[in-house]
Structure formats: structure tokens, C-alpha cells
């Protein structure tokens, strides 16, 4: 069965630096999809990055980045320059057919 | 172009009584999924449907929990006689295709709770 591990319940960062959140996953597929989901406290939830499993080039979007460790199973996301405006729930999710969520990292932004 | 549709936004049911949560996905999508999530933790996946056919229930409890999504009209999460552990968020998601090029779309949730 797939699964994906987030350790980290919280972190905090201070404003205008940088902070990783951790991901691993266990699967058998090969061929997969991994993503980065933010959910601010209006509960909607946003696609911050994707990343597809047969590309070794790390994806980028912004301040955004993700570290993709295919052999290790590891997905972690890279906030840089980080902004009030990231304090969210941060979740990382893996997708063959179906969606699988981590249990999220909660980030806090200090000012 | 509307997104993801979910209503109520909040539910509030007795013990023993049923809860009926409705989802619409967007126009033209017809892979919907449910999550539940409990307080401060991770969306769980429930059942993952397209149009009129069950593809996945594997994270539905055996009883008391059914889902459809009809030919027409939204589908829809029935959860009969709850308790008080079924008190969560319930999102909804839809896709175009299922495939990981087109993006899944959610819903704002619905807040069940019961008392």
C-alpha cells in the first residue's frame, strides 16, 4: 500500500527565510506523481508544485522548490524569501490512480 | 466556470441521525474523490468515483458510510446513524481525467458535527 510520511507536525521560519518541509513516501509504482498542497485557514486548498516521478530535474515554481530523491522516496518542498502570507498547513500528496495525503506540516511565519 | 461545489459548508446532526453532503464537480469533470479530516490532521482518502461507477472505497468505513455520483446531478457522501468520531471536515475533489496532468480541483469542505 502506498503511504506518505510528513514528521514534521510543525515548523516555524522567520520572515524572509528559508525553510524545508520533509516527505517520504513507500510505494512499488514506478511511474507516479508527487505533489505539494497549502491549506490556509480558509480550508481551501491550493496546488503549490508537482513533480513527476520519471523527470530528475527538481521542479521549481518561485519561491518554491521541491528536493525529489527518487531512490531514498523523499519529496521535500523548499520555502524561500517566506512571506506572512505561507503560514498554512502544508501537505504533500502522491498520486498513481488515486490521491494519498501526508498528514501535513503546519508552517508559522514569524514576524 | 464555477469550481467545485460543496454544500452545506457546515452540518450539524444529532446522534443517530444522517448526514447527506453534497458535492458538484466542476463542469466536464467526472472523477470525484471524498477526503475526510479530522482536526489537525491529514485528508484522508475515502472513495474515489467515476461517473456512476465506484473505482476505489478502500478507505470507506464497511458500514454505515455510502457514496454515489450519478449520471446526472452531484454525488453525493451519506454517512447513516453517526457518532460523535464522525465529527470532521469532508472534502471533495474532481478531476478531468484522473491523470496527473489534469489538476485536482477542491471543494471549500463541508464541517460535520455532531452532538
Known amino acids: 500500500a502506498q503511504t506518505v510520511t510528513q514528521s514534521q507536525p510543525e515548523m516555524s521560519v522567520q520572515e524572509a527565510e528559508t525553510v524545508t518541509l520533509s516527505c517520504t513516501y513507500d510505494?512499488?509504482?514506478?511511474?507516479?506523481?508527487l505533489f505539494w498542497y497549502k491549506q490556509p485557514p480558509s480550508r481551501q486548498m491550493i496546488l503549490v508544485i508537482r513533480?513527476?516521478?520519471?523527470?530528475?530535474q527538481n521542479a521549481t515554481e518561485n519561491r518554491f522548490s521541491v528536493n525529489f530523491q527518487k531512490a531514498a522516496k523523499s519529496f521535500s518542498l523548499k520555502i524561500s524569501d517566506s512571506q506572512l502570507g505561507d503560514a498554512a498547513m502544508y501537505f504533500c500528496a502522491y498520486l498513481t490512480y488515486k490521491y494519498i495525503f501526508g498528514t501535513g506540516t503546519r508552517l508559522k511565519v514569524l514576524a | 466556470n464555477a469550481g467545485v461545489m460543496q454544500n452545506p459548508r457546515h452540518l450539524v446532526r444529532r446522534r443517530g441521525q444522517e448526514a447527506r453532503l453534497r458535492c458538484s464537480p466542476m463542469?466536464?469533470?467526472?472523477?470525484v474523490y471524498w477526503y475526510r479530516q479530522l482536526p489537525e490532521e491529514g485528508l484522508k482518502f475515502m472513495v474515489y468515483l467515476q461517473k456512476e461507477n465506484i473505482i476505489d472505497e478502500s478507505g470507506m468505513p464497511k458500514e454505515r458510510f455510502s457514496a454515489e455520483f450519478p449520471k446526472e446531478g452531484p454525488s453525493i457522501l451519506r454517512i447513516q446513524q453517526v457518532v460523535r468520531g464522525d465529527s470532521a471536515a469532508y472534502f471533495c475533489?474532481?478531476?478531468?481525467?484522473?491523470?496527473?496532468?489534469?489538476?485536482?480541483?477542491f471543494g471549500n469542505g463541508t464541517r460535520l458535527t455532531v452532538t
Open positions: 463542469k466536464g469533470h467526472s472523477h
Open positions: 475533489a474532481s478531476s478531468l481525467t484522473g491523470r496527473w496532468d489534469s489538476p485536482l480541483h
Open positions: 513533480q513527476e516521478a520519471y523527470k530528475q
Open positions: 510505494t512499488s509504482e514506478s511511474d507516479y506523481y
